[in-house]
């Protein structure tokens, strides 16, 4: 299609009809007629502006597409928050025929949530009341009943009762994962619980628990106690130090890294723990954690389990044997309010976003059902399953190497064959019993929490066709491997302008969509995913294995000589390399098939009107624009790598630059498209690949 063409493109404008809280007035969803011409020079124009052509793409290319970034946030991030906007609207509306029974729950508890009164209500306080008065007691509160069970007090038992009817994560963590030694069925996972303190300041950056870092979580927490409990200065004061020391001890343990997310995927092949009886486990480490489980089951769990933190739970009886019962009993019960609470800066502009939040937490597959309904996109589905294929078939093509086998080979053409494109789909709707009412919130909220939680533990007992932990909703960008149901699951929200539109052309989709897909197909051939075995016949062979350690040996050298050693950082560099250079190798094979003569229409926009570059010089521009991030507010000398290693700003090397500018360094194609001189900092010598 021609840029001088008038087709005309259907894009969604959503127009929030003014409403007071509470009330069911339809929120409009009207069409708006766009031109393919309007939506391309639009497109031309916004990335055009984060490029500073001034720089030398052949010195630093992350500089040329991305200096004139002014945005506070990533284009992930933006994204996000658009999609945000979007799920606000579609759950303001009014309920529809269509509606399953699910997504009118959604629509009603967040209603419900909106239309809650704020802090210190009479509604909310008995709700409390009475949740202190039935889980054991608060002991910092007077006549909360911790009297009466102060004497044969069993904590475990009562974060157990926690977990099961609320989903509160206390002390203990407690994850549903799949069983590494038969990856058919899940196992449980024992594991390190979230905390207050934030994980960079709980693990790596941990430091003495009188330094000033933790002033301000120690005034919050006091505030909050103040506020919700209508506890004195002193005494909230106090409590709220005793309560951060209490965690920090307990930070102690955990294993020196900067996630909070169990990630399930990831523990099947880097992790490598126990597995053992909770009887076995509860003599180990002298806490009864077969008590534990059955509360937050409610019922005996005989299966073994795996020991996901040893560390920590060795931490975790040191530090309650140390401290008064009293003490633990308030921590639990203060992490217990404060999860059922509106935060304490809550004020009726920003409770929008808090109930969003909360219905995202404890009904996604609702809000997916609605945003999929909304923004099937069926019609960029052809063309999103071309563009799968070309990257199948040009990984499959890098899969003829010389340094695999040919066993291997024969293996890898099977095994990615095998892994299909999956969008969601909500054709089959959970069902939750529930009685919801728009005018009692916290009721709502204690059935839902009970429901879904009820729900999610049933997975443990899954076998055969075992659902992933955190399922990919219709609402969410991202795409992930699913290695065990050989499937690459997918986002709609990848599929929305201003990220992604059929009319960009082809070089912008393989360049950012593509690429994005390409992770996730190159990671299947990565070193855990093919050395560990875990599916019948889906390895690699020994010779194979040398190889591609040899190989990405080079990676290593070049993370090592550019900033410093970093695991993280080359594992990134290894995977976008290759993912790079899958999608560029499926683009240069989609135009393979194109006649200038038969496909004119085509091929004229795989360029944009007033952007001076080729179809394949916007592909590397597109691809560097999805990487590009906000300026540091820090020096650049005190930049913080992934794991917690700070480098020299020498040269400008930083980890958002290496993001970019690393895999293309690594790509001939790149440097011929720019000119660049061989020894050019964007074109080495000596380059890196895998596939």
Not at 281 to 298: H, I, R
Not at 578 to 602: G, T
Request: negative net charge; charged residues 25%; contains cysteine.
């Amino acid at each position: 299609m021609s840029d001088t063409g008038w087709t005309t493109v259907f894009l969604w404008l959503l127009v929030a009809s003014a409403s007071s809280y509470g009330e069911d007035a339809p929120t409009t969803f009207q069409r708006i007629y766009q031109t393919e011409q309007t939506l391309r020079q639009s497109k031309s124009h916004e990335m055009r502006g984060y490029m500073n052509q001034n720089i030398d793409p052949c010195v630093d290319f992350y500089h040329f597409a991305c200096g004139n970034w002014k945005h506070k946030w990533t284009p992930q991030e933006k994204l996000e928050q658009q999609v945000e906007r979007e799920l606000l609207l579609l759950l303001e509306d009014s309920v529809k025929r269509e509606d399953s029974p699910i997504a009118r729950q959604a629509k009603e508890f967040y209603k419900s949530c909106i239309a809650a009164q704020g802090q210190q209500s009479q509604q909310q306080q008995q709700f409390l009341s009475d949740f202190i008065q039935q889980n054991g007691g608060f002991p910092a509160i007077p006549g909360s009943h911790w009297e009466v069970h102060h004497h044969d007090y069993d904590w475990l038992r009562i974060v157990g009762g926690l977990r099961q009817r609320y989903g509160m994560d206390i002390l203990i963590g407690l994850r549903v994962g799949y069983n590494y030694a038969k990856v058919q069925e899940n196992s449980l996972y024992l594991s390190e619980p979230s905390t207050v303190i934030p994980r960079d300041l709980c693990t790596w950056n941990r430091s003495d628990i009188r330094d000033a870092v933790y002033e301000p979580l120690e005034h919050r927490i006091a505030a909050e106690l103040k506020t919700w409990l209508a506890l004195g200065n002193d005494q909230s004061a106090r409590l709220a130090a005793d309560l951060l020391s209490f965690e920090h001890e307990l930070c102690g343990g955990m294993r020196n890294d900067t996630s909070e997310l169990w990630d399930a995927e990831w523990e099947l092949y880097q992790a490598n723990y126990t597995r053992n009886t909770l009887s076995a486990f509860s003599q180990l480490y002298g806490l009864n954690l077969d008590s534990y489980v059955t509360a937050s089951y409610g019922q005996s769990i005989v299966k073994p389990v795996y020991m996901a933190a040893p560390e920590y739970f060795r931490q975790l009886h040191r530090t309650v044997a140390a401290h008064n019962m009293s003490l633990v009993a308030n921590y639990i019960m203060y992490r217990a309010v404060a999860a059922l609470n509106f935060p304490l800066e809550d004020r009726p502009h920003l409770r929008k976003t808090e109930c969003l939040k909360r219905t995202k937490e404890l009904l996604p597959s609702a809000l997916g059902e609605l945003y999929a309904r909304q923004y099937s996109a069926e019609e960029t589905r052809p063309d999103l399953e071309q563009l799968y294929k070309g990257l199948q078939e040009a990984l499959r093509q890098s899969l003829n190497a010389a340094w695999l086998t040919e066993g291997t080979r024969r293996i890898g053409d099977h095994k990615l064959f095998g892994l299909k494109l999956t969008l969601p789909n909500y054709e089959r709707a959970p069902i939750l019993k529930l009685q919801l009412e728009r005018a009692n919130y916290w009721n709502n909220l204690r059935q839902l929490l009970g429901a879904v939680h009820s729900q999610r533990s049933s997975l443990l007992f899954e076998e055969m066709n075992i659902t992933p932990s955190d399922p990919v909703e219709a609402f969410e960008a991202r795409v992930r491997l699913r290695t065990v149901q050989r499937r690459v699951d997918m986002g709609l929200a990848l599929l929305q302008p201003p990220a992604y539109d059929r009319h960009y052309g082809r070089a912008h989709a393989y360049a950012t969509l593509g690429f994005k897909l390409a992770q996730q197909l190159v990671m299947a051939f990565d070193d855990p995913h093919w050395s560990k075995g875990l599916l019948e016949q889906d390895h690699w062979d020994g010779h194979t294995v040398w190889m591609y350690h040899n190989k990405t040996d080079c990676f290593i050298r070049q993370v090592d000589s550019y900033l410093r050693a970093n695991a993280s950082a080359a594992r990134q560099l290894i995977t976008d390399s290759a993912a790079l250079s899958v999608a560029f190798r499926a683009y240069l094979f989609w135009l393979r098939f194109k006649e200038p003569n038969n496909d004119f229409n085509i091929l004229n926009t795989e360029t944009l009107p007033g952007l001076d570059f080729s179809n394949t010089g916007l592909f590397f521009v597109a691809f560097a624009q999805e990487l590009c991030r906000p300026e540091q507010e820090s020096p650049e000398e005190e930049q913080t790598m992934p794991e917690g290693f700070r480098y020299s700003a020498k040269q400008n090397h930083t980890w958002e630059r290496l993001r970019v500018n690393g895999p293309l360094r690594n790509l001939a194609e790149f440097a011929k498209e720019f000119r660049c001189p061989i020894g050019s900092p964007m074109n080495p010598a000596n380059k890196c690949s895998t596939y």
